[in-house]
């Protein structure tokens, strides 16, 4: 069993940065893509940001130039740093582990933790 662990959330003003962790706990973190996912009032959940064991990175159009996903292979944890924040970034955001193997796709999710973007 994987657990993921989110921090970092809170309340920012417009223009503020705010940094997400996930740390993450039985497994091989090397093995997994990943990403995190946000997930605002009355929408689906989207990507946000991905990022493989080797570093190749994808992003949303909508967070381009303004968020960076990176990876601690040796801490186990991914991280989201988010700057110039909108209100509409205000969202629950979740962390997501991803395996693909050939017999199925394994996924893994925290708890979510919220990011409220407002004067």
């Known amino acids: 069993q994987v657990q993921l662990v989110e921090s970092g959330g809170g309340l920012v003003q417009p223009g503020g940065s705010l940094r997400l962790s996930c740390a993450t706990a039985?497994?091989?973190?090397?093995?997994?893509?990943m990403g995190w996912y946000r997930q605002a009032p009355g929408k689906q959940r989207e990507l946000v940001a991905r990022?493989?064991?080797?570093?190749?990175?994808n992003y949303a159009d909508s967070v381009k130039g303004r968020f960076t996903i990176s990876r601690d292979n040796a801490k186990n944890t991914v991280y989201l740093q988010m700057n110039s924040l909108k209100p509409e970034d205000t969202a629950v955001y979740y962390c997501?582990?991803?395996?693909?193997?050939?017999?199925?796709?394994?996924?893994?999710w925290g708890q979510g933790t919220q990011v409220t973007v407002s004067s």
């Open positions: 997501n582990a991803h395996r693909r193997t050939i017999w199925t796709d394994y996924d893994y």
């Open positions: 990022i493989t064991s080797t570093d190749n990175i």
């Open positions: 039985g497994t091989s973190f090397t093995m997994y893509v």
